[in-house]
Structure formats: C-alpha cells, structure tokens
C-alpha cells in the first residue's frame, strides 16, 4: 500500500495497479485511450481506499459500495460510475486469479440507476407542418412515399421496423397491412405481437396517393407497401433519410427521426385524451410504466400553459 496522498495530489500507483494495466496491454492489447480510462478509474480506487483507510486487497463490499456512492455524491453520472465499477470488478478478478484475493468486493455493486431521459416529441404545430410538407421539385413518387410514410408515422406511432414490414395486402405471410376500408394498421410489433391501430384520414390519402405512383417503382412480385429506388422493400435507413430530408425542407427546428414521432403520437394524444391505458394500447407497450414516461412530457405542456395564463404563476 502505498502512503497516503494529499487530496489533488496524483498519487503514485500501486503495484498492483501497475501490474494489472501492464497486463490489460499485453494480453488483453486495450487500445491507448482505454488503457488511460482504466487508470484513471484506478487512481480513483486507490484514493477511495487510501481515504478509508483499507489496502486494496483487503477492500470488502461495503467500502466498495461507499466508494461508488461517494462517487456518485461528486456528481459523476450514473453512467460513469458503471464503467468504473467494471474497471474495478476486473481489477479484483484478476487478483482472484493471481490469488491474491478470495473474493471479488465488486461483483455484487451497481452503479445507481440512470435517469431515463424524456423522449423528445414535436410540438403539435410543427408535427402538422411536417406532414403537411409537400417538397418541390424532386420525383413524384419519391415525394408521395416520403409525405405517405410520415402522414402514417405520426397518424399511428408505428415503430419504424413495423413500418418498414407493411405489404400491399394482407396476404398469407404477410407482416402487417393497411386496411383502408377499417382505416387501420395492423402491424407486427415486439415480441412478434400484432396489434391493430386506427389510420388517420389525410394518412390514407397520402398511402392512397403513394399507392399510385408505387407500381412505377416495384419489382414485379414486391409485395412490400413501400419501396426504394429499386423496386425492393424500403429499408429502415431510407426512412430515417427520407423523414430527415423532409424535416430539413419544412424548416423543424431540431433533427427528426422515426421515433420522434412516434413520440409525438403518444404525447399528442395523451395530452388531448388523458387515457394512459389507451395510449399504452396503441403504442404496443408490454409494460405501462414504458407509457408512463408520456405522463411527463404531459404535465410539461401543462406546466407551460399554466404559466402563460395564471396571474400568479409568471416569474418575474
């Protein structure tokens, strides 16, 4: 064990710590950049310890778990408190097996538990802007498939994968179709669960708009709803591609993607229903806790509402 340093002091590496970098170059061949954050995580290690008053072979779980909560109080993400812990966990199951201790102190501590952050949804005035896009100049059947794909994302919430495996007609083997007469979805989502969502009407304009351009670009025997350049079912990419063009060309004041409006989906229609358990339904969430995450962005938009009409709310 080394003498204890002053605090911002670096103090001089353990033995072991050397030897156990020394072996993560050679044998483990860890790339520079990872070989400094593994001893950066070390130094810390050794300054918990040294603090305690514990040599790092003697170390328990207990003084790990404090060392990971005093990181933790310094205001070091959940995150990076995780890669710590398992640059330590290594640590001490390599001393293990150079036997120099019995039991790894690491193995049963985990990092606190990240914060989920919000998904970011379009306001309402700007989902319908984007839909109601209409680009100018480029391939009319390029332009009817992009305004059919996001009039659908945003009309349903469909997952960009459920999307993507839609077929003209519900034919055998099919993964999921449009039903225009029950101005309805039905998809194939997670876990291979189908589920039927409601099509809006300009959602099935614009499919029924696509829908007339589509045999100019298909293979003969595609079955997909939508295809690329190349007559071949359109890939989850060519979306993202697509929706990003179009969101540049509508002026969105932030990057947009397939999730982000099926985000707006399912906040738009909880703030204006307030059923949970619907949304929960439409969106095709096993667990309503995944839903919940809506509540938030919810009370936001009534957060903002309150403080731009009540009299005593506006801060001055």
Known sequence: ???????????AIDADIVRHLGWLRVERRLAARSLVLYEAAFVHLQRSAEATGVALREAQMHHVRRWAAQRHSSGLAPRSIALELS???????WLGREGF??????????????????????SVDH????????????????????????????SSGLRVGELVGLDVS????????ID????????????????????????????????????????????????GTRGGRVTASQVRAGLKATAIAAGMPTHVHPHMLRHSFASHLLQSSGDLRAVQELLGHANIQTTQVYTKLDFGHLSKIYDAAHPRARRK
């Open 180 to 227: 225009a007469a029950d101005a309805a979805a039905h998809v194939l989502g997670k876990g291979s669960k189908r589920r039927s969502v409601p099509v809006g009407a300009p959602a099935l304009q614009a499919i029924a708009a696509w829908l007339g351009h589509r045999g100019g670009l298909a293979n003969p025997d595609e079955r997909a709803l939508f295809v």
């Open 170 to 177: 519900a034919a055998d083997g099919a993964a999921g179709w």
């Open 101 to 122: 201790v019995g039991a790894n102190p690491v193995a049963g501590v985990r990092a606190p538990r990240a914060a989920r952050p919000l998904p970011k949804a379009l």
């Open 87 to 93: 640059a330590w966990r290594g640590f001490y199951r």
């Open 127 to 154: 989902a319908v802007a984007l839909v109601q896009h209409r680009p100018e100049g480029g391939d009319p059947a390029l332009v009817a498939r992009d305004v059919a794909i996001a009039e659908l994302l945003y």
């Open 1 to 11: 064990m080394t003498s204890a340093s002053k605090p911002g002091e670096v103090p």
